[in-house]
């Protein structure tokens, strides 16, 4: 089993940034593919960044490209998103997803198989 926690969030101004990151435990992190994703109140969960288990493939959905980097520190068993250039559409819940790195990265949710429990980002306009 894997245990996910996301840290980070907050409440920013357009324009700003804000550095998420999740941390990993049950499991060797080198293990596990990792993704970042996104809930905006009243939408479907939309797909961030993704990033392979060595970190050698990294992929961002359009929304986010250009602005935001995902990143992992494999002896420190994390994974971060930073933001920059924040916008207000970027609002939502964002959470951590883990897959099995035997497997082949992805960017539905339904792929992941493990969750963190989400942290609020807020960005007033």
């Known amino acids: 089993q894997v245990q996910l926690v996301e840290s980070g969030g907050g409440l920013v101004q357009a324009g700003d940034s804000l550095r998420l990151s999740c941390a990993a435990s049950?499991?060797?992190?080198?293990?596990?593919?990792m993704g970042w994703f996104r809930q905006a109140s009243g939408k479907d969960r939309e797909f961030v960044a993704r990033?392979?288990?060595?970190?050698?493939?990294?992929y961002y959905g359009d929304s986010v490209k250009g602005r935001f980097t995902i990143s992992r520190d494999n002896d420190k068993n994390t994974v971060t998103l930073q933001m920059n250039s924040l916008k207000p559409e970027d609002t939502a819940v964002y959470y951590c997803?883990?897959?099995?790195?035997?497997?082949?990265?992805?960017?539905?949710?339904?792929?992941?198989?493990?969750w963190g429990q989400g942290t609020q980002v807020t960005v007033s306009s």
């Open positions: 997803a883990a897959r099995s790195y035997t497997r082949p990265v992805a960017i539905r949710p339904s792929e992941y198989d493990y």
């Open positions: 049950g499991r060797t992190f080198k293990t596990l593919n």
């Open positions: 990033i392979n288990w060595s970190g050698s493939s990294t």
